[in-house]
Nanobody
């Protein structure tokens, strides 16, 4: 059984910062790409940032220069440092990871954490 557990969401004023964490646990052989998605009310889910096992990163244009994704492979954890937050960053943020477990490669999702940015 593989689980992803996020932490670090909350309420912050515009211009502030938050750091999200997502730890994977269970019967994990390897983790390939890890990423953060977000979904605001009434909007489609969108990719915020992703990072490969080798450290290559990809960002949505809307967060480039403000957000930084990183990972600790030894801890099976991915982070999202969010700076200069804007009200439009308000959303539920979910982590996603492609994990190899018992010879099978699947995508797993965390339960999500709320980020609210007040103006």
């Amino acid at each position: 059984q593989v689980q992803l557990v996020e932490s670090g969401g909350g309420l912050v004023q515009a211009g502030g910062s938050l750091r999200l964490s997502c730890a994977a646990s269970g019967s994990i052989f390897s983790i390939n790409v890890m990423g953060w998605y977000r979904q605001a009310p009434g909007k489609q889910r969108e990719l915020v940032a992703s990072i490969t096992s080798g450290g290559s990163t990809n960002y949505a244009d809307s967060v480039k220069g403000r957000f930084t994704i990183s990972r600790d492979n030894a801890k099976n954890t991915v982070y999202l440092q969010m700076n200069s937050l804007k009200p439009e960053d308000t959303a539920v943020y979910c982590c996603n990871a492609q994990i190899v477990s018992y010879g099978s490669r699947s995508y797993y999702w965390g339960q999500g954490t709320q980020v609210t940015v007040s103006s």
